[in-house]
RNA sequence: GCCCUUGUAGCUCAGCUGGUAGAGCAAUUGAUUUGUAAUCAAUAGGUCCGCGGUUCGAAUCCGUGCGGGGGCACCA
């Protein structure tokens, strides 16, 4: 005689053992209609569980995320069941919902194409309108593991083999023929998942997600609750590609890529411009900041790297080059050990720290070729690089700056929502464990001091210290990664770095490195996508275009040109022999953020008239007022 | 690095089952002198990514290398 209480206070009596379905059919047809899941107690369950105590019940539809996470792995299931069909003799392997949708990972030896992904989207369409019911099974471990194994299904037997004992081991059915273990819970039937689903791309997997592992085929899908919904997310993938650096950056003229060099960048002059804008605004704060700029070699000898670790540590993914003279020189990957050689150059004193050395450092890594995406994941990049040198005493106020100065920068960049995640010791690393304790408690209180919002990466730290990772979200909703932050308490001490202390005596200073931006390439990159290449305009990299409406007014069109780049805007004038129509829809296309017309009108006034970007609204505007409005209008904040 | 996919003019792309290339835009030249998102015409432009093979004949088929894209792994 179970008494339910529902979410809303209420208690259902009913006489005997009682499924979710029929709780859902008490409370209302149309809840049991759309009802896909219920939580007992708060663990999710198949609707058709027999509840036998008194316990808490909710009802989930479509409208929950546990609904829509439910239909999602389903669609997975009806997916791999559509694959086993067509394809005889595939193995399935896993088949998890992921952020938008699912996917499931399957061993065969031929390639999915394009083609087979419409044949299996039909077959589940086929298996959705059959309305297959589900039907859940408790089976016996070893059970288990001698029928996958006799039926070829290799990697769901040794799935079964690395489940804890103590836990249940169910398979689902769904229908009369095709059934997967699965933790579920599921929806009673195949209807339920509906039509609004659309299998994505076919990828390469490596099993238990190891490279050393055999490599499966992965087929994404993306599923949601209504046709419109689909559709809607289709339209925000279309709107996000529409943002895409690399398109971007062609369409803008900022940059290309090439095969001589692949992952470094063809920075173009307006891409460059916007680089250097971005680095003259970092030099600015930086200053403000105490920070004191430096430069050092982008070669150094082997025996350098050697002494630092990174050799060992990092060897496979520094350039190096041999000499004439047979000596071994890498390119360096990391500023840190220069800056180190900078510190060590004179006798330090207690009185000079912190001193913080920074540097726009351009740094070489051989990444993996598949890692490379645009700006996003290159060779070769320049960072907004800093090593703090201190005393152990100051690392948490210094912490403290450094993460000020950075929610500051990407403040006045757009960027409002920043999270931090905190990355402990690695398994590779140098130093001993009682000098980690002492940096990852330091650096934690800092953190816990900011008031953000904090998330921890176990053991993903730098193989010298643990580090923070800032993360910021974009206008599209995407996070990325960006500026940094590390305590060193090992690379000073190897490479010879001390101070003499107010007692007299040598001390080796904590170094902290951090970057802002992180790489410039990738913060342009992020920018990009961020502004969809719209870029506020003090970081525009050509602001203005003068355009004269005929031949007649080219004199004045120059003459205005060269008032607008002498009040420090940056400015071209656009003479070529075609009409207004076509310059306005060239450079609009550009994305210039003021186009400045001229003709009989402003030459008889003195003025110009301002055509805004995404605007055909017109403001006339006499010069010297735009001069002054506009040139003060080259800094942050203005938009 | 691994799996799949892809590489044709400066750009975007067409070129069916093999018969040595085509469009639009851009460029150049000429005409037009234009008031807010493409004026008209003519001209020029290609080692069809590289190398090897099959074939009477390869942009097209096969192999291989390099680059791009989507994922996986990697991201100190």
């Given at each position: 005689?179970?008494?339910?209480?529902?979410?809303?206070?209420?208690?259902?009596?009913?006489?005997?053992?009682?499924?979710?379905?029929?709780?859902?059919?008490?409370?209302?047809?149309?809840?049991?209609?759309?009802?896909?899941?219920?939580?007992?107690?708060?663990?999710?369950?198949?609707?058709?569980?027999?509840?036998?105590?008194?316990?808490?019940?909710?009802?989930?539809?479509?409208?929950?995320?546990?609904?829509?996470?439910?239909?999602?792995?389903?669609?997975?299931?009806?997916?791999?069941?559509?694959?086993?069909?067509?394809?005889?003799?595939?193995?399935?392997?896993?088949?998890?919902?992921?952020?938008n949708g699912?996917?499931?990972?399957?061993?065969?030896?031929?390639?999915?194409?394009?083609?087979?992904?419409?044949?299996?989207?039909?077959?589940?369409?086929?298996?959705?309108?059959?309305?297959?019911?589900?039907?859940?099974?408790?089976?016996?471990?070893?059970?288990?593991?001698?029928?996958?194994?006799?039926?070829?299904?290799?990697?769901?037997?040794?799935?079964?083999?690395?489940?804890?004992?103590?836990?249940?081991?169910?398979?689902?059915?769904?229908?009369?023929?095709?059934?997967?273990?699965?933790?579920?819970?599921?929806?009673?039937?195949?209807?339920?998942?509906?039509?609004a689903?659309k299998l994505t791309k076919?990828?390469?997997?490596?099993?238990?997600?190891?490279?050393?592992?055999?490599?499966?085929?992965?087929?994404y899908?993306t599923?949601w609750?209504?046709q419109k919904d689909l559709d809607d997310y289709l339209k925000r993938i279309e709107e996000a590609e529409k943002r895409d650096h690399r398109k971007l950056?062609?369409e803008?003229?900022?940059?290309?890529?090439?095969?001589?060099?692949?992952?470094?960048?063809?920075?173009?002059?307006?891409?460059?411009?916007?680089?250097?804008?971005?680095?003259?605004?970092?030099?600015?704060?930086?200053?403000?900041?105490?920070?004191?700029?430096?430069?050092?070699?982008?070669?150094?000898?082997?025996?350098?790297?050697?002494?630092?670790?990174?050799?060992?540590?990092?060897?496979?993914?520094?350039?190096?080059?041999?000499?004439?003279?047979?000596?071994?020189?890498?390119?360096?990957?990391?500023?840190?050990?220069?800056?180190?050689?900078?510190?060590?150059?004179?006798?330090?004193?207690?009185?000079?720290?912190?001193?913080?050395?920074?540097?726009?450092?351009?740094?070489?890594?051989?990444?993996?070729?598949?890692?490379?995406?645009?700006?996003?994941?290159?060779?070769?990049?320049?960072?907004?690089?800093?090593?703090?040198?201190?005393?152990?005493?100051?690392?948490?106020?210094?912490?403290?700056?450094?993460?000020?100065?950075?929610?500051?920068?990407?403040?006045?960049?757009?960027?409002?929502?920043?999270?931090?995640?905190?990355?402990?010791?690695?398994?590779?690393?140098?130093?001993?464990?009682?000098?980690?304790?002492?940096?990852?408690?330091?650096?934690?209180?800092?953190?816990?001091?900011?008031?953000?919002?904090?998330?921890?990466?176990?053991?993903?730290?730098?193989?010298?210290?643990?580090?923070?990772?800032?993360?910021?979200?974009d206008a599209i909703g995407r996070?990325?990664?960006?500026?940094?932050?590390?305590?060193?308490?090992?690379?000073?001490?190897?490479?010879?770095?001390?101070?003499?202390?107010?007692?007299?005596?040598?001390?080796?200073?904590?170094?902290?490195?951090?970057?802002?931006?992180?790489?410039?390439?990738?913060?342009?990159?992020?920018?990009i996508e961020?502004?969809a290449g719209?870029?506020?305009?003090?970081?525009?990299?050509?602001?203005?275009?003068?355009?004269?409406?005929?031949?007649?007014?080219?004199?004045?069109?120059?003459?205005?040109?060269?008032?607008?780049?002498?009040?420090?805007?940056?400015?071209?004038?656009?003479?070529?022999?075609?009409?207004?129509?076509?310059?306005?829809?060239?450079?609009?296309?550009?994305?210039?953020?003021?186009?400045?017309?001229?003709?009989?009108?402003?030459?008889?006034?003195?003025?110009?008239?301002?055509?805004?970007?995404?605007?055909?609204?017109?403001?006339?505007?006499?010069?010297?007022?735009?001069?002054?409005?506009?040139?003060?209008?080259?800094?942050?904040?203005?938009?």
């Open positions: 005689m179970p008494i339910i209480t529902l979410p809303d206070g209420n208690n259902l009596d009913f006489p005997k053992k009682v499924t979710g379905l029929e709780i859902a059919e008490k409370i209302s047809k149309s809840l049991a209609k759309q009802a896909l899941i219920m939580s007992v107690n708060g663990e999710l369950k198949d609707l058709y569980f027999l509840i036998d105590k008194d316990c808490s019940v909710k009802i989930f539809t479509a409208k929950d995320p546990e609904g829509l996470e439910v239909i999602r792995h389903d669609a997975a299931h009806i997916m791999a069941m559509a694959v086993q069909e067509l394809y005889p003799g595939t193995q399935v392997t896993i088949g998890p919902v992921i952020e699912f996917y499931y990972d399957f061993a065969r030896k031929e390639p999915f194409t394009d083609d087979d992904l419409n044949k299996i989207e039909e077959r589940m369409s086929e298996i959705v309108d059959k309305d297959l019911k589900t039907r859940r099974e408790v089976w016996q471990r070893d059970k288990a593991i001698r029928h996958f194994k006799e039926i070829g299904e290799k990697y769901k037997a040794e799935i079964i083999e690395s489940i804890p004992e103590t836990e249940e081991l169910s398979v689902y059915h769904h229908g009369d023929t095709w059934y997967d273990l699965c933790r579920g819970p599921h929806l009673v039937s195949s209807s339920k998942i509906g039509k689903f076919v990828s390469g997997a490596y099993w238990r997600g190891d490279s050393k592992n055999e490599m499966l085929q992965r087929i899908g599923s609750a209504s950056g062609k803008m003229d900022l940059f290309h890529f090439r095969e001589e060099s692949p992952g470094s960048v063809f920075w173009h002059e307006k891409g460059w411009t916007l680089f250097q804008k971005l680095i003259n605004y970092m030099r600015a704060k930086q200053d403000l900041a105490g920070y004191k700029e430096v430069n050092t070699p982008e070669v150094l000898d082997r025996l350098l790297w050697e002494k630092s670790g990174h050799w060992e540590k990092y060897g496979e993914n520094m350039y190096t080059s041999e000499t004439p003279d047979e000596k071994v020189f890498a390119i360096k990957p990391m500023n840190c050990p220069g800056h180190i050689q900078v510190f060590n150059q004179g006798l330090k004193s207690y009185r000079d720290l912190p001193l913080r050395i920074t540097e726009f450092g351009k740094v070489h890594r051989y990444e993996p070729s598949g890692a490379l995406h645009g700006l996003l994941r290159v060779r070769a990049f320049t960072q907004d690089d800093a090593h703090i040198f201190c005393s152990e005493s100051q690392i948490t106020s210094e912490c403290l700056n450094v993460t000020n100065l950075i929610l500051e920068i990407y403040k006045d960049l757009g960027f409002e929502k920043v999270i931090i995640k905190y990355a402990d010791r690695p398994e590779i690393r140098v130093g001993e464990d009682k000098v980690w304790d002492k940096a990852e408690t330091s650096l934690l209180e800092a953190v816990k001091a900011t008031k953000l919002e904090y998330s921890i990466n176990k053991g993903e730290g730098a193989f010298y210290g643990p580090k923070i990772e800032f993360v910021l979200r996070d990325w990664q960006c500026g940094t932050l590390q305590v060193d308490l090992n690379l000073p001490g190897r490479l010879d770095a001390s101070y003499i202390d107010k007692d007299g005596t040598k001390k080796v200073p904590v170094m902290l490195h951090r970057a802002l931006f992180g790489s410039l390439e990738r913060f342009i990159g992020i920018l961020h502004y719209k870029f506020p305009f003090w970081i525009s990299p050509l602001q203005t275009v003068v355009i004269p409406v005929s031949e007649d007014f080219n004199d004045y069109a120059v003459s205005i040109y060269k008032k607008v780049k002498d009040a420090g805007i940056s400015s071209t004038v656009d003479l070529k022999k075609h009409n207004l129509n076509y310059k306005i829809r060239d450079h609009s296309l550009s994305k210039i953020p003021l186009l400045l017309i001229c003709g009989k009108k402003e030459v008889d006034s003195n003025s110009v008239t301002i055509r805004r970007l995404d605007s055909n609204k017109q403001e006339n505007m006499d010069i010297n007022n735009f001069l002054k409005k506009y040139s003060a209008l080259n800094k942050p904040s203005s938009k």
